[in-house]
């Protein structure tokens, strides 16, 4: 069985541009989330997908990032415009549905605006 | 505001035991889990306690107790293998889960 999956591995932008990250979760999994980390600190949620539909974003840190799962397969997380402050790696986790309490993580996406 | 504690770094010998400590304030809360991380890797779930008590699995056992807001993640017989981080997580309202900051691991031969 294949595992959570993201793409790219690695993204260098300046600031203002867009960025656009992608995520495959375990087939199966209704539950979708997104995470970020900036170096040291906490993994920060973003926001949680049941499906396609917006279960909670209440991470989300402001308008600049759209976050959508259409067809409740794979997700994309778009950064528009890109800040300094965006930098750090963002992951994507599955469960099964109900929510399980273990997620299975991607690699991430490690996010360097310059 | 919600948050987990846990220290920035521990370093053991291989061979040793070696406890991460993890206390939280949360609103809401339905277990801890612990995830490992290895450099570039993506985090993977070790354990989660829903109740007070020992949770054992091998070499890794973890601990909660609600009632202090406390949990921990207790490895044994370490390995090099086991040099990674170490994150508690609060599964809380909502199932929305909030992680710490992690614990760095080094294991020294």
């Known amino acids: 069985e294949a595992g959570v999956t993201q793409f790219p591995s690695h993204s260098v932008i300046e600031k203002g541009q867009t960025v656009t990250l992608r995520c495959d979760p375990i087939s199966g999994h209704d539950n979708l989330y997104w995470y970020r980390r900036v170096m040291g600190k906490e993994i920060k949620f973003l926001l949680h997908?049941?499906?396609?539909?917006?279960?909670?974003e209440s991470g989300m840190p402001n308008n600049r990032f759209l976050a959508e799962r259409t067809g409740g397969t794979y997700s994309t997380l778009k950064v528009q415009p890109a800040e300094l402050e965006d930098s750090g790696v963002y992951f994507c986790a599955s469960s099964q549905d109900p929510p399980s309490y273990e997620q299975y993580f991607g690699p991430g996406t490690r996010l360097t605006v310059t | 505001g919600q948050s987990l504690e846990q220290p920035s770094e521990v370093t053991a010998v291989e061979g040793a035991i070696v406890q991460i400590n993890c206390t939280y304030q949360?609103?809401?809360?339905?277990?801890l889990s612990w995830y490992q991380q290895h450099d570039g890797g993506a985090p993977t779930f070790l354990s989660y306690?829903?109740?007070?008590g020992l949770e054992e699995t091998g070499r890794f056992s973890s601990f909660l107790s609600r009632s202090d807001s406390y949990g921990y993640l207790l490895l044994q017989e370490l390995q090099m293998k086991d040099s990674a981080s170490y994150f508690c997580a609060v599964r809380g309202g909502g199932f929305k889960t909030i992680f710490g900051a992690g614990t760095r691991l080094f294991v020294k031969a």
């Open positions: 306690n829903a109740l007070d």
């Open positions: 997908f049941v499906k396609e539909s917006k279960q909670d």
């Open positions: 949360t609103s809401g809360f339905y277990g």
